[in-house]
């Protein structure tokens, strides 16, 4: 069942007097468990999906559904809680906080959120999302002490802490060298199966194409290729 519903999307944005269409009539459907790359080259629409997926920009027409609730009809205190229950943000700046270390920083959607866990609770859930990204071991460094690889991996397991269903990630290995990116992007496959996180992820880097089992080919505004890998199937 879809978890994500585009229909007939467009995004329209006022530069001065003159109207710039940055989306025309985008359909997507995303299943729950999808890791989902959103392609094409810069000014394509990716991040503008993305930031509509995200709650953090409005459609300028259609009708975007979220967890089989029209977002449209949602008010502002309920949009509010899904972005802190259902969704969860990776960006390409890592977007961690300097003055807190790694473990505060990935325990800060929780405190934000109002989670239910105690104190106790918080503390082994935070650890427990460390190790699986590989940084039991830097809980008490602050982001200036880690390699930029080694930081989002921090972004990942602060997206991640108060278990959404669907992560977004715009451009996520864009500031990393491209065997760190890889790496990043095997860790993000690795908790799509694990856990069935749905991964949508924006990218105009060709080379991972093939870790993404629904791409979708964007290419100014229109969807131009669509595929969605056969379960089993390699590239």
């Known amino acids: 069942m ?10 329209t944005y006022l530069m001065g007097k003159v109207t710039v269409p940055a989306l025309s009539g ?9 890791f989902v790359a959103i392609a094409g080259p810069s000014g394509s629409g990716k991040t503008t999906i993305l930031n509509i997926i995200g709650l953090i920009d409005t459609p300028s027409e259609g009708k975007l559904t ?6 449209h009809a949602l008010r502002r205190h309920e949009i509010t809680h899904m972005r802190q229950k259902t969704l969860g943000f990776i960006f390409q700046s890592f977007n961690l906080l300097s003055g807190l270390n790694v473990f505060e920083n990935v325990e800060l959607p929780l405190l934000i959120g109002r989670s239910p866990l105690s104190r106790k609770s918080r ?8 190790a699986e990204v590989g940084l039991a071991d830097r809980m008490t460094h602050k982001p200036r002490e880690l390699s930029g690889g080694q930081q989002q991996r921090v972004a990942i ?5 108060a ?14 060298d491209s065997e760190t990116g890889k790496t990043i992007l095997e860790l993000m496959k ?31 505004g229109v969807i131009e290729n669509e595929r969605r890998k056969q379960p089993g199937a390699s590239e």
Do not use: C, Y
């Open 123 to 130: 503390k082994e859930w935070v650890g427990q999302l460390l």
């Open 66 to 71: 979220i967890d089989r609730k029209d977002v």
């Open 157 to 161: 397991a602060r997206a991640l802490a």
């Open 163 to 176: 278990r959404p269903r669907i992560v977004i990630a715009d451009e996520p290995t864009a500031n990393l």
């Open 2 to 11: 879809a978890i994500v519903q585009l229909s007939n999307i467009k995004k």
């Open 190 to 220: 690795k908790i799509n199966q694990e856990h069935g996180t749905t991964f949508i992820f924006s990218t105009h880097d060709p080379t991972i194409h093939s870790m993404a089992d629904h791409i979708v080919f964007l290419k100014d």
């Open 26 to 34: 985008v359909s997507i459907n995303i299943e729950g468990g999808d």
